[in-house]
């Protein structure tokens, strides 16, 4: 796993933003916005959540 792996660790609903920031995401503010479309930082779940519901949709 190289280094934009490890901390690829959110990513956008609205615009596909991959969180890579050195600061751990649980750190950011409530206030943190998506830098590239502005969505609140619940739009911006865990990439394994999203590759869960991927594989659990192509397990259908």
Request: with cysteine.
């Amino acid at each position: 796993m190289n280094n934009f792996q490890a901390r690829a660790t959110h990513i956008c609903l609205d615009c596909g933003f991959i969180y890579t920031l050195q600061k751990p995401f649980d750190e950011q503010p409530d206030a943190y916005a998506c830098p590239q479309c502005l969505a609140p930082k619940k739009r911006l779940p865990p990439i394994s959540v999203i590759i869960g519901l991927v594989a659990g949709l192509a397990g259908v």
